[in-house]
Every structure is written in structure tokens, then in C-alpha cells.
């Protein structure tokens, strides 16, 4: 993963994380097990220009979709 994915992946982490209350390393093993970091990587060039919230909002629905209990 080149530099800007990764720094946009863990800006993300840190957004849900605050957001969910949270550690951030539990954050980082729910988006790993469900895919979620794949998403945000592969769609990077879209999500980057969005807000963090609007991002946070999108990887709530990627989870929901998948069937993580939030």
C-alpha cells in the first residue's frame, strides 16, 4: 500500500474509533475481518475527498451490510 492509502486507512481508524468510543485497534480488527480495509484502499481516489464523516458513515454501512452488529 503506497503512503497516502495507508495515512487515509489509519485517519479513518482514528474516525471510528472516536466515533465508537472505541480503542483503535479493536477498530482495526473489525474493518480487517469483515474487509473493510480493502474497501477504503481500493476506493481511496472517491473516499479521500469526502468528509470523515461521510466516510465513517459509509464504513457503518459497509459493516451493517456485512453483518457486523453495531
Known sequence: MSQKPFEFVVYIINACSNKWNKASSEVYKELKYFGCLDFL???????HTLSADNVVNDVEEFLRVRGARR
Do not use: F, K, R, S
Open 41 to 47: 484502499t481500493a476506493n481511496y481516489e472517491v473516499l
